[in-house]
């Protein structure tokens, strides 16, 4: 028995269906996940790396207080779109904040930002107890 089958209806409700399944994956960031960011760790700091696309320094705001780093601020839509009606959005806008717990000591004093290209640089040294230490092996 041939069973009339529309292929491409078939495949429409099947991409319906693995959307629910994956939900807002790969769609635009909630604002709890924006910024995207990565932490890094060596011997003698922690970097937090932030993308922040259209961002300036002025629009952002790092605080760090009892082992959380703080990155807030405001992702304004472009000028050249501002007065245009949305088709499609997957950059966020608007007021953002995103929280880390560092759970190294950091060294508050020396906590320093650059921002460059979009990305924001928070580097933060540990302090000297929370760095790694060599212990050597006496002989007996």
Partial sequence: MLWNVDVWREMERLRREMDGLLG??????????????NVY???????????L??????TVSITFADGILTISGKQDKPVSVRNMTPL?????????????RIA???DQNGIAATFSDGI???TM?????AKPKTITIEAK
Avoid: H, W
């Avoid at 696309?53 to 002025?58: E, L, S, Y």
């Avoid at 040294?125 to 107890?129: D, G, H, R, S, T």
């Fill in 120 to 122: 924001l640089t928070v």
């Fill in 88 to 100: 499609r959005i997957e950059r966020a806008e608007g007021d953002f904040e995103k929280t880390v």
């Fill in 41 to 51: 760790e060596n011997n003698d700091n922690v970097v937090v790396t932030a993308e």
């Fill in 53 to 58: 696309p259209g961002a300036t320094r002025d």
């Fill in 24 to 37: 807002d994956y790969g769609r635009a960031a909630p604002s709890a996940a924006y910024p995207l960011i």
């Fill in 104 to 106: 190294t000591k950091i």
């Fill in 125 to 129: 040294p540990k302090v000297e107890e």
